[in-house]
């Protein structure tokens, strides 16, 4: 079983950046689409990035022009960059398959934007 260890979270200022990183412990991206997902206090988790096996990439539309996903299969890593922060955009970060698999799912990384 492959595991993902997400970091890079922390506390930013709105209009800030950070850069996530989730790395795996064997080479699935080429095999699988991943996606990096969010969840905020309250509210259900959902997909926020993914990028396939292809290399395509699509958003949701929250964060569309301010995240951007890219891997690195050489490193099994997938990062996801993000700026313009924005105080909705406080959640815990996570990567996954996509579809994601519920045994997968690792400890994510915080990122809380306030001033």
């Known amino acids: 079983q492959v595991q993902l260890v997400e970091s890079g979270g922390g506390l930013v200022q709105p209009g800030g950046s950070l850069r996530l990183s989730c790395a795996a412990s064997?080479?699935?991206?080429?095999?699988?689409?991943m996606g990096w997902y969010r969840q905020a206090p309250g509210k259900e988790r959902e997909l926020v990035a993914r990028?396939?096996?292809?290399?395509?990439?699509n958003y949701a539309d929250s964060v569309k022009d301010r995240f951007t996903i890219s891997r690195d299969s050489a490193k099994n890593t997938i990062y996801l960059f993000m700026s313009g922060l924005k105080p909705e955009d406080t959640a815990i970060y996570y990567c996954?398959?996509?579809?994601?698999?519920?045994?997968?799912w690792g400890q994510g990384t915080q990122v809380t934007v306030s001033s």
């Open positions: 996954n398959l996509d579809p994601p698999l519920g045994n997968y």
């Open positions: 990028i396939d096996i292809h290399g395509w990439k």
């Open positions: 064997g080479s699935i991206f080429t095999i699988a689409a």
